[in-house]
């Protein structure tokens, strides 16, 4: 091998290297993230996250639809003026 070609070498190992501390450390950060979700929120996943994310916003749009109504009722029946 001439010293070319095991320059080129060491330079994928440690592309290689990088990339794989680089996994790890998204690897724990998931973990972490994951966890997280479980301690603050009691879901397992992201899945089990954005179902839950889906409630809240459908609950939040039925009680901004109660407000709206009870704003337009008040409104029409008193004199705001």
Excluded: H, P
Excluded at 65 to 70: C, E, K, L, V
């Amino acid at each position: 091998m001439n010293n070319r070609t095991i320059q080129k070498l060491m330079e994928f190992k440690e592309r290689i290297e990088i990339n794989r501390s680089m996994r790890e450390k998204a690897e724990g950060r998931r973990e972490q993230l994951i966890k997280q979700l479980k301690e603050d929120f009691n879901c397992s996943s992201t899945i089990a996250a954005e179902r839950k994310i889906r409630k809240y916003e459908e609950q939040v749009n039925k009680i901004q639809a109660q407000i709206d109504s009870g704003l337009k009722d008040l409104e029409e029946n008193y004199d705001w003026t």
